[in-house]
């Protein structure tokens, strides 16, 4: 089908597809990128474990909206806390300095990134994953997370979050 000059094809990236990457100690599945969206979006499947938390940080150039499918994560966006269950949605506008921790799981859920390009930055400060699971746990190597942020048009400008005392 063509619209405007342009072809449109349906695409398809199911269950088990899509490129594997490990990211810090997440799993990483990237199954749309800008390039096959037309740069709308970037999606990526993550699987995490209790306790995982991107540094605070800022993406300036991206909306993003995560998707939980199992566990439990508490989302900080600015001044607001956000506890998220499977089914819930949680929008980060760009621009706002956030994060989140795993609290149970492990966790498994969608990020989006609109318009499309960020979910390269996964790429290119992961590593091709060995297997279909989580990777060995090892400290985040913070110099190339705040180095491949800056190529992404993103500041890391604090730490972790913890996770709540049980």
Not at 59 to 66: A, C, K, L, S
Not at 100 to 113: K, N, Y
């Amino acid at each position: 089908m063509s619209v405007d000059g342009m072809t449109q094809a349906a695409r398809a990236v199911h269950a088990g597809e899509g490129d594997l990457v490990w990211f810090t100690n997440n799993l990483m599945t990237v199954k749309a990128t800008a390039e096959t969206t037309g740069g709308a979006y970037g999606l990526v499947e993550a699987l995490a474990p209790v306790g995982a938390s991107p540094p605070l940080h800022i993406q300036h150039g991206e909306d993003e909206t995560f998707y939980v499918l199992e566990g439990e994560l508490t989302f900080r966006c600015g001044d607001d806390t956000i506890a998220a269950r499977p089914g819930s949605c949680v929008f980060i506008p760009r621009g706002a300095p956030h994060t989140f921790v795993v609290e149970e799981g492990p966790a498994r859920f969608l990020s989006m990134c609109t318009p499309g390009g960020f979910e390269r930055f996964f790429v290119a400060a992961g590593q091709p994953a060995e297997y279909a699971g989580l990777p060995p746990e090892t400290p985040p190597d913070v110099p190339l997370l705040k180095r491949v942020s800056e190529e992404f048009n993103a500041d890391i400008i604090g730490p972790p979050m913890a996770p709540r005392s049980r």
